[in-house]
């Protein structure tokens, strides 16, 4: 984490910075978390984590999980993404987009309904493929 310029401090100086606190062990930002994401998926680990986090349904000791959001699979560009809930971050959904070849994260937080998460993404996916140039590898 070190390595990634993570903060895990819960005092930011970014004004409205929401994090995630993780039962007093340490907290981290919308920042981070689409940091680290992107290194994983960018690691010689992604192609097994976007098999896990692209994945409709899986088994696990026999039990067949599926999951919730299974439709979002069917918006322009996803490619894996994984939601979760804290009492300090609300409903949060961490999503990986690929589009012409170029990937993006995208981390939301703050949901009251579990059912804001999706459009919420993929607006911000939408602002960034038309407004930020990408880095050519």
Known sequence: IKSLAIRNNSSSNEPK???LDF???G???A???ALITSNLVNSEHGDELLSILGTYSYKINGI???HDYSNFFDSDGVIGFKTGWTDRAGQTMITIFEREGKKI???TLKGNYR???GPDALMLAD???ENIKHKSK
């Open 17 to 19: 910075t929401v994090v």
């Open 23 to 25: 039962e007093g062990e």
């Open 27 to 29: 907290v981290v930002t």
């Open 31 to 33: 920042a981070d978390m």
């Open 64 to 66: 067949e999980l599926v």
């Open 105 to 107: 994260v995208t981390v």
């Open 115 to 117: 059912d804001e998460k």
């Open 127 to 129: 602002y960034a493929y």
